[in-house]
């Protein structure tokens, strides 16, 4: 069944640790995008990738880094400079850009402490 | 910039029908998605308006009016799995990414 899957579900670190959250989908897709949800919160854009090798800032980007080496794989690493990583991680792809349905996966929780 | 205003809350009978409203402001406007999410689940994709008028997808629908920035969306014989939260949402200026709004909480009660 195609998809993406993020991993872990729930994930806990101690405050200045940086830690990698992965996501993998095998949709063939070219774009892929990371967004982050806090409570009662909409989703914010933190970055997204056209194609490989090739991405670009969201509107929250400060405080995160992405690499797209391949095009099924799109990990963001939550470094020690965010300043309130706790939150709900959403990893989603597409086929083209923003006109396109959005496939998002299971999204990963992240407690920082 | 871009903003996305939708209602926080709404409440609703079972089998009732319920409207959930999305005005924006956009430059470079596409078109108006929405989608559902459960609580603590992914979002889902349930419709894409790109141009004025009504589109139906067996229960729910979408409407879109271009010209007052402003779509809803619709939800027909509403039932108890219906409880979730909406989020309308317009592509970003970058022209790849969406803009969602902060979503709308929807109760459907017995």
């Known amino acids: 069944d195609g998809g993406i899957t993020q991993s872990p579900k729930y994930l806990f670190r101690k405050e200045g640790q940086n830690v990698t959250l992965s996501c993998e989908q095998n949709l063939n897709h070219d774009a892929m995008y990371w967004y982050r949800q806090d409570p009662g919160q909409g989703l914010r854009l933190i970055y997204y990738?056209?194609?490989?090798?090739?991405?670009q800032k969201g509107d929250i980007a400060e405080g995160y880094s992405v690499s797209r080496e391949k095009k099924e794989s799109f990990p963001l690493t939550v470094t020690s400079a965010q300043k309130n990583p706790t939150a709900f991680y959403l990893c989603?792809?597409?086929?083209?850009?923003?006109?396109?349905?959005?496939?998002f996966g299971p999204g990963t929780r992240l407690t920082v402490t | 910039g871009q903003s996305l205003e939708q209602p926080s809350e709404v409440t609703a009978v079972e089998g009732a029908i319920v409207q959930i409203n999305c005005t924006y402001q956009t430059s470079g406007f596409y078109g108006l998605s929405w989608y559902q999410q459960h609580d603590g689940g992914a979002p889902t994709f349930l419709s894409y308006?790109?141009?004025?008028g009504l589109e139906e997808t067996g229960r729910f629908s979408s409407f879109l009016s271009r010209s007052d920035s402003y779509g809803y969306l619709l939800l027909q014989e509403l039932q108890m799995k219906d409880s979730a939260s909406y989020f309308c949402?317009?592509?970003?200026?970058?022209?790849?990414?969406?803009?969602f709004g902060k979503g709308t909480s929807l109760l459907v009660t017995p």
């Open positions: 308006n790109a141009l004025d």
């Open positions: 989603a792809s597409s086929t083209r850009g923003g006109r396109d349905e959005q496939y």
């Open positions: 990738s056209q194609i490989v090798n090739d991405f």
């Open positions: 949402a317009v592509m970003a200026n970058s022209g790849y990414a969406l803009n």
